[in-house]
């Protein structure tokens, strides 16, 4: 079985900045594309960022020259840092994407519990 764990979220003020990581675990063997998601109270969740294997980047408009995506192969995890945040960056932020097992199978991950990020003065 396989999982993600976010975790990095909390109270920063606007402006402030946060690094978010998403660590897989179980029978993998590699993590392949991989994207970040967000949850605002009141609000569908939404794309954020994603990585592919060949570490191509893509951003939605609302988080460029702001957000980073990055992977550490070796960790089987991903990280988001978020530079400049903004009140409306409020929600909880999920990671998703596909996955090697060590059966060498490509399986679609399930949602993880998120992690909250706030960003309020």
Do not use: H
Not at 21 to 29: D, N, Q, T, V
Not at 53 to 72: A, E, H, L, M, P
Request: charged share 15%.
């Amino acid at each position: 079985q396989v999982q993600l764990v976010e975790s990095g979220g909390g109270l920063v003020q606007p402006g402030g900045s946060l690094r978010l990581s998403c660590a897989a675990s179980g029978s993998i063997s590699s993590i392949n594309n991989m994207s970040w998601y967000r949850q605002a109270p009141g609000k569908e969740r939404e794309l954020v960022a994603s990585i592919t294997s060949g570490d191509i980047t893509n951003y939605v408009d609302f988080v460029k020259g702001r957000f980073t995506i990055t992977r550490d192969n070796a960790k089987n995890t991903v990280y988001l840092q978020m530079n400049s945040l903004k009140p409306e960056d409020t929600a909880v932020y999920f990671c998703r994407g596909v996955i090697k097992t060590m059966s060498s199978s490509y399986v679609m991950s399930n949602w993880g519990k998120g992690t909250l990020v706030t960003v309020s003065s």
